[in-house]
C-alpha cells in the first residue's frame, strides 16, 4: 500500500512546495503554508463521485448534459461552437429581485455558474443572500421568474435561519429550502432531491469532505469542496453562490485558487457600524466589474438605494450648508452611475522624517503623490505634518477624477479654509501642477445639478460643456484651485 506524501500549500496564492518554508517563495507571505496529505486515490478524477451520484439520480438535466457532452467513455468530446450552448440559452439570466445586486452581476445569475461573495463579519453578506434567495422563491410584482432556491447553513441551524427569514420578509417564500448542514456529500445528495434552480452556501468555510483528512476551514478542504461545487454547477446548470468571509488582511479567507476557480468575485464593502454597503464586482465572467450596488442596512434588512446617491453628502440643499473645512464633494464614476463622495482630509503636527500618510477608501500612492504636488507647485509645508485622509460613506475612490478635490481637501485642512457652501470639483492632477481633463464630465455636472450643486470646479479644457443650470468653474493649475477655499 503506498504511503501517502504530505506537500504544503499556501493559503495565500495557492502554491504547492514540498517542505515547509517560513516564507511563501511565490508571493512572499509569512507564515502561509499549510500541511496537506495526497492520498494514492489523488490521481483519478476527483469529480467521479458527482458524475456518478448525478447519472444514478435519473435527473434529466445532468443526463441531458452528460450525453450531450461525454463520449463513450465519458469523457468530454469537442463539439462545433454553435453547438456548445446546449439547452441553455446564454442569453438567459436568473433574476434575483434585488436591483442592485442584478447591476452588479450584469443582469443576474447565469445558469451553471459559480459567483463567490465576500466580506468582513456582519457586514450584511447572509442578509444580502437570503434576502436574494425569498424573492427568487415568490413571484413578486417585479414580474421575475420563480426559482426554487436551496439555502444551505453551515453556521446556523434552520430555526435559526427561519427567524432571520422572517424578520426580513422571506419565510413565507413557497420555493425557498434549508438545509443546514456541513457535509459536502449530504448537500449534494439534498440538492439532487430539490432540484433547485439556484444553491446558496452560506459560508463555503464550513464545508467539509468526509474522506479528505484535514480540517474545515483548511487549504485542502476549500480547495476541494470550491472545485467539487463548481463541478456541481456546469454539471446540472445550477447557479451556485458561495460565501466567504474577508481576513484582516482584506482577502477572502483561504487560498486565491477559490477566486480563480469561480466565475464571478464580488466583495461586500462599507463599515459595519455604519447604514450604507457597497457591493463591488472585483471579477465577472459575463458582465462588467465597474459597476456598483449601494444598500442601506435598515431593521428589516437591506434597502437599495436609488441610482446617484450621493454617497457621505448630507440631506438637505448643499448651498444652505455651512462650509466645512478639509472636505470637498466629487463626482465619482461607478460603471454607468455617477456618485457624489464627500472627501475628507485633516493635518496634525508630526516629525520631519517620520510624518505619517493614512488613507481610508483611496489610493495611498496617490496621496503621496498629491501631497508632493502640493509640496513643489503650491507652496505648502507638509514635511512635518501628519496627512490624513479618507472618502465618507466607505466607498472606495481609485478613479484620476478624484485627485482635484482630495487635494483642495487637504490644503483647505492645511489653510484651515473651505470651499463655498454648494460647491464640488472633479479633475485629474498632473506631476507638473496643471489640471487634467476627465472622462464623462457631462454627466458628472448632470449628477452635480440635480443633487442641488450650483458650481463645479472642472478642469479648464472642458468648461464648454453644459449641463443643467450647474456653472463650470474652469480650473487650469493647482495653485487656482487652492485660491477657490474661500
Known amino acids: 500500500?503506498?504511503?501517502?506524501?504530505?506537500?504544503?500549500?499556501?493559503?495565500?496564492?495557492?502554491?504547492?512546495?514540498?517542505?515547509?518554508?517560513?516564507?511563501?517563495?511565490?508571493?512572499?507571505?509569512?507564515?502561509s503554508l499549510e500541511g496537506e496529505r495526497v492520498e494514492k486515490s489523488a490521481g483519478r478524477d476527483p469529480q467521479r463521485g458527482v458524475v456518478e451520484a448525478w447519472r444514478a439520480s435519473g435527473a434529466d438535466?445532468?443526463?441531458?448534459?452528460?450525453?450531450?457532452?461525454?463520449?463513450?467513455?465519458?469523457?468530454?468530446?469537442?463539439?462545433?461552437?454553435?453547438?456548445?450552448?446546449?439547452?441553455?440559452s446564454p442569453a438567459r439570466r436568473l433574476v434575483t429581485g434585488i436591483g442592485e445586486l442584478d447591476r452588479v452581476l450584469g443582469g443576474g445569475l447565469v445558469p451553471g455558474s459559480v459567483v463567490l461573495i465576500g466580506g468582513d463579519p456582519g457586514i450584511g453578506k447572509s442578509t444580502l443572500m437570503l434576502q436574494a434567495a425569498g424573492l427568487m422563491g415568490t413571484a413578486g410584482t417585479s414580474g421575475h421568474e420563480v426559482h426554487r432556491v436551496l439555502y444551505v447553513s453551515s453556521e446556523e441551524s434552520a430555526e435559526q435561519v427561519r427567524m432571520r427569514a422572517a424578520r426580513l420578509g422571506a419565510a413565507?417564500?413557497?420555493?425557498?429550502?434549508?438545509?443546514?448542514?456541513?457535509?459536502?456529500?449530504?448537500?449534494v445528495e439534498q440538492t439532487r432531491k430539490v432540484a433547485p434552480g439556484v444553491l446558496v452556501i452560506d459560508s463555503v468555510q464550513m464545508i467539509y469532505k468526509a474522506d479528505l483528512d484535514a480540517a474545515p476551514g483548511s487549504v485542502a478542504q476549500l480547495r476541494r469542496c470550491a472545485a467539487e461545487l463548481v463541478y456541481l454547477a456546469k454539471l446540472s446548470g445550477i447557479a451556485v453562490v458561495l460565501v466567504g468571509h474577508v481576513t484582516k488582511e482584506g482577502r477572502l479567507a483561504g487560498p486565491r485558487l477559490l477566486e480563480h476557480l469561480v466565475d464571478a468575485v464580488l466583495y461586500f464593502e462599507g463599515d459595519r457600524y455604519h447604514a450604507h454597503r457597497i457591493l463591488r464586482g472585483v471579477k465577472n465572467r459575463f458582465g462588467t466589474t465597474l459597476e456598483i450596488g449601494i444598500f442601506e442596512m435598515t431593521g428589516s434588512g437591506l434597502k437599495e438605494v436609488p441610482g446617484g446617491l450621493g454617497v457621505g453628502v448630507l440631506d438637505g440643499d448643499?448651498?444652505?450648508?455651512?462650509?466645512?473645512?478639509?472636505?470637498?464633494?466629487?463626482?465619482?464614476?461607478?460603471?454607468?452611475?455617477?456618485?457624489?463622495?464627500?472627501?475628507?482630509?485633516?493635518?496634525?503636527?508630526?516629525?520631519?522624517?517620520?510624518?505619517?500618510r493614512k488613507s481610508s477608501g483611496l489610493d495611498p500612492n496617490r496621496l503621496a503623490m498629491l501631497i508632493a504636488v502640493l509640496e513643489q507647485h503650491a507652496g505648502l509645508r507638509l514635511a512635518d505634518r501628519d496627512v490624513f485622509a479618507s472618502s465618507v460613506g466607505g466607498l472606495r475612490v481609485g478613479e484620476p477624477a478624484a485627485d482635484l478635490p482630495l487635494l483642495m481637501a487637504i490644503a483647505g485642512a492645511h489653510h484651515r479654509r473651505a470651499v463655498s457652501p454648494g460647491t464640488a470639483a472633479v479633475g485629474e492632477v498632473g506631476l507638473g501642477g496643471e489640471v487634467r481633463a476627465v472622462t464623462q464630465i457631462e454627466q458628472r455636472l448632470r449628477e452635480a445639478g440635480r443633487l442641488g450643486f450650483a458650481r463645479v470646479l472642472v478642469p479648464a479644457s472642458q468648461t464648454n460643456v453644459k449641463a443643467g443650470g450647474v456653472e463650470a468653474v474652469p480650473v487650469k493649475t493647482v495653485s487656482q484651485a487652492i485660491e477657490e477655499l474661500a
Request: glycine share 10%.
Open 1 to 31: 500500500m503506498a504511503k501517502p506524501r504530505e506537500v504544503f500549500v499556501c493559503r495565500t496564492c495557492g502554491a504547492v512546495q514540498s517542505r515547509w518554508l517560513g516564507k511563501c517563495p511565490d508571493c512572499g507571505a509569512w507564515d
Open 61 to 88: 438535466v445532468a443526463e441531458l448534459m452528460v450525453e450531450a457532452k461525454a463520449g463513450a467513455a465519458g469523457a468530454p468530446v469537442a463539439v462545433p461552437i454553435a453547438q456548445a450552448a446546449g439547452k441553455q
Open 172 to 187: 413565507a417564500s413557497p420555493g425557498l429550502f434549508v438545509l443546514a448542514d456541513t457535509n459536502l456529500a449530504r448537500i
Open 318 to 356: 448643499p448651498s444652505a450648508r455651512e462650509a466645512k473645512v478639509g472636505a470637498v464633494v466629487c463626482p465619482v464614476m461607478t460603471g454607468t452611475r455617477c456618485v457624489l463622495v464627500e472627501l475628507q482630509a485633516l493635518t496634525a503636527t508630526g516629525f520631519i522624517g517620520a510624518a505619517k
